[in-house]
């Protein structure tokens, strides 16, 4: 009795590990269809994340630009080529057009994989410094908010997360990962 016992156990429980694999199988692949489809995306911005590639790098780099999801890139803000889905800020960097304010250590994995993405480098910080108030203005010209105050998740040399920050025109990069109740704002680099 207790051999039929057991062996009732073990096919009940491989069939429980069976069901639970095909179910995550499923969710999964509904998932990945929906966020491929067009104007279908839960993450934050509430619009489709953008899968395309840039080019690693511009020629005709002048000054800071809107980025279209058609990649057509200019100083004027030109509806008729879709989304922005960033700003040209350099030759090399392109920042998302998103930014994701109030994000906590907790949460910040999340936002930049739901997002699409990667964390700014000390390098790209100061280019975003010496760029803000031109990014702020293209901002407003295509009717989002200007970027607030210089503070923002970011990356140390080393590839961990931390917090960029002016004060007295100097920039500081801070380790608040340790601090839970700690907000700010996330930009990504495209």
Known sequence: MSEITIIVGVVFFALLIFCLIVVSKTRKRTQDELSGKEGVYKGPAGEPQWRGKLPAKVNDYVCPRYVYENLVESTEYLPENGRIIGYRISPELVIHSRVQYNVNPSSLKSYIRRLGGKLLDPFDVLELHDNWKEVSALRIKAGDKALGKFQFWCCSQEGFPVCAKEH????????????????APLILKR
């Open 168 to 183: 007295d025109r100097y920039i500081f990069l801070e380790d608040m990962v340790g601090f839970a109740k700690f907000h």
